[in-house]
C-alpha cells in the first residue's frame, strides 16, 4: 500500500478545496408536485452522468433545507438544474444562490412560470444538455487518499454479515484510516448494546459519553414507536437477536479509534473514524428514523462521503445518486444467485478461500478503482435511489468533535 500523502488518485476541484470523484450533473425536485418533470429531464440522458434527487414535502424545514443545500454542493456534483413548480415553500432562490456560490452552473425552472410540464422539460433538457457541454472538459488534479469520505451501511442482513462482510469492511476502514481517510459508519438505532464498546475506543471520555448517549437515544425513539432493526428478513436469514445484529453491524466500524460524531449534513474537520447519529433530537415525531436503507445512503453522501460500502447478505440491489455505491456480499449463496449486482464475495471468507484480511484489503484497492472512475455494479446498472424525508437534529456540542490540533489515529 502506499504512504498516507502519497496522492494516488485524481479528483475535480471545487470552490470549497473538497474534489470530486465524479462530475455529475443534479436534477433536483423541490416538491413531489415537480417529481414528474424532473424525471423526464432526467429520462433523456440515461446513461450519461445526470442524477435525479429532491425532497417531496411542501413544506421543508431546517433539516431538509440542509440536506439539499449539502447534497446540491457535494463534490460530486458541477451543475445543478432545480425544478420547482412554484407554489411550494421550500427556499429554492436560497437553495440556488447557495449553489451559484459554490461556483457551480445552477438554474431554476419554475412549472407555473414556463408554461407547464412539456415546455419545462424541453427548457430543462437543454439546460442540461449545455451543462454537460460546460463541464465535460473540467480537469482532474491530484489528489490523496486523505482526502477520501468514505461511509459504510448494511442492509438485508443475514446470519453471515457479522462474521464476513463487516468485519471485512472494518478491516478496509482500518486500513483507509490509516491512510488518513475520513470514515463513517452509522445506524445507532443498529448499535444498542455496543454502546460501551464504543466508549472505550473514543479520543476522549466526554466524547465517550456523547456515544452512550446517542445510542441510549436511539434505544428510547425505537422503544416509543415500538419498532426496531431487527426485520423478519434478518430472522429469515439466520439472525436470533437484535444483540447478533448490533455486534455484526458495529463490525463494520474497524478497530480505530472514533473521533468524532456527525449529524446528517455535518462535514467532518480532520480524517479517521466517525459516528453518524441518525436518529432524530427531541421528542418522537417523525416516525421510522430511517425508513430503507437508501435514507441512511443519503446522510452519508450529505456528510461528504464520495462512496459508500454496503453490506448485505441476503441480497440488496440498491445504489444511490451522486455516490456510487460498492456492494459487499456477506453470504456465498446470495453472491452466486446475484452476481452482476455484487463487487465483492466477502463469502469466500465462510469457505476458507481467504481470509478477513485478505477481503479487507479487496476492498480498499476496489475503494480506490472506483474514486478512480470504475464504475461499481449498481452505478453500472445505473442504480440512482434517492429518498429524503423530514427530520429534525440539534447542533453538536464540542464534546461531540475532535481537537483539530490533537488527532489521534492509533488503534486500540
Same mark, same amino acid.
Given at each position: 500500500m502506499t504512504t498516507p500523502t502519497e496522492p494516488m488518485l485524481t479528483g475535480y476541484l471545487r470552490s470549497d478545496g473538497r474534489k470530486g470523484i465524479r462530475n455529475l450533473v443534479l436534477v433536483a425536485y423541490l416538491v413531489e408536485c415537480a417529481h414528474h418533470v424532473a424525471r423526464e429531464i432526467t429520462g433523456a440522458f440515461r446513461h450519461r452522468p445526470v442524477h435525479l434527487l429532491g425532497f417531496p414535502g411542501c413544506y421543508p424545514n431546517d433539516y431538509a433545507d440542509k440536506m439539499m443545500r449539502q %447534497?446540491?454542493?457535494? =463534490?460530486?456534483?458541477?451543475?445543478? %438544474?432545480l425544478v420547482s413548480l412554484g407554489c411550494e415553500s421550500f427556499d429554492k432562490h436560497g437553495l440556488e444562490q447557495a449553489v451559484r456560490s459554490s461556483g457551480r452552473l445552477v438554474q431554476t425552472l419554475t412549472i407555473q412560470q414556463t408554461g407547464g410540464t412539456k415546455t419545462t422539460i424541453a427548457q430543462g433538457e437543454?439546460?442540461?444538455?449545455?451543462? %454537460?457541454?460546460?463541464?465535460?472538459?473540467?480537469?482532474?488534479? =491530484?489528489?490523496?487518499?486523505?482526502? %477520501?469520505?468514505?461511509?459504510?451501511?448494511?442492509?438485508?442482513?443475514?446470519?453471515?454479515?457479522?462474521?464476513?462482510?463487516? =468485519?471485512?469492511?472494518?478491516?478496509?476502514?482500518?486500513?483507509?484510516?490509516?491512510?488518513?481517510?475520513?470514515?463513517?459508519?452509522?445506524?445507532?438505532?443498529?448499535?444498542?448494546?455496543?454502546?460501551?464498546?464504543?466508549?472505550?475506543?473514543a479520543a476522549t471520555p466526554e466524547l465517550g459519553q456523547e456515544l452512550v448517549d446517542c445510542v441510549a437515544k436511539a434505544a428510547h425513539y425505537y422503544s416509543v414507536l415500538g419498532h426496531g432493526s431487527f426485520a423478519p428478513g434478518n430472522a429469515d436469514g439466520g439472525l436470533t437477536t437484535q444483540e447478533e445484529k448490533s455486534l455484526g453491524a458495529y463490525a463494520k466500524s474497524g478497530a480505530s479509534v472514533i473521533q468524532g460524531i456527525l449529524k446528517p449534513g455535518d462535514l467532518a474537520p480532520t480524517g479517521g473514524l466517525y459516528l453518524l447519529d441518525m436518529v432524530p433530537d427531541g421528542e418522537v415525531r417523525f416516525g421510522f428514523p430511517n425508513i430503507s436503507d437508501n435514507a441512511e445512503i443519503v446522510e452519508l453522501i450529505s456528510c461528504g462521503a464520495h462512496l459508500t460500502l454496503f453490506t448485505t447478505g441476503r441480497g440488496s440491489v440498491v445504489g444511490s445518486a451522486i455516490s456510487p455505491v460498492i456492494k459487499v456480499c456477506a453470504n456465498p449463496h446470495t453472491y452466486e444467485r446475484l452476481p452482476d449486482d455484487m463487487d465483492v464475495n466477502a463469502g469466500r471468507i465462510l469457505r476458507a478461500q481467504a481470509t478477513l484480511d485478505d477481503v479487507g484489503e479487496e476492498i480498499f484497492n476496489l475503494v480506490l478503482q472506483v474514486a478512480q472512475g470504475e464504475p461499481s455494479k449498481s452505478e453500472g446498472l445505473g442504480h440512482q435511489e434517492f429518498i429524503l424525508t423530514y427530520k429534525s437534529f440539534t447542533a453538536k456540542g464540542p464534546a461531540c468533535l475532535p481537537n483539530t490540533t490533537n488527532i489521534l489515529h492509533q488503534k486500540h
Open positions: %447534497l446540491t454542493t457535494h =463534490p460530486n456534483v458541477g451543475a445543478v %438544474l437543454a439546460w442540461v444538455r449545455d451543462a %454537460l457541454l460546460s463541464i465535460k472538459d473540467a480537469v482532474r488534479v =491530484p489528489m490523496g487518499i486523505d482526502e %477520501l469520505v468514505i461511509g459504510t451501511v448494511c442492509g438485508g442482513s443475514d446470519g453471515t454479515s457479522g462474521i464476513t462482510a463487516n =468485519p471485512a469492511v472494518g478491516r478496509a476502514f482500518d486500513s483507509l484510516v490509516d491512510h488518513g481517510a475520513t470514515c463513517i459508519f452509522e445506524e445507532t438505532g443498529e448499535l444498542v448494546g455496543c454502546e460501551y464498546h464504543m466508549q472505550d475506543r
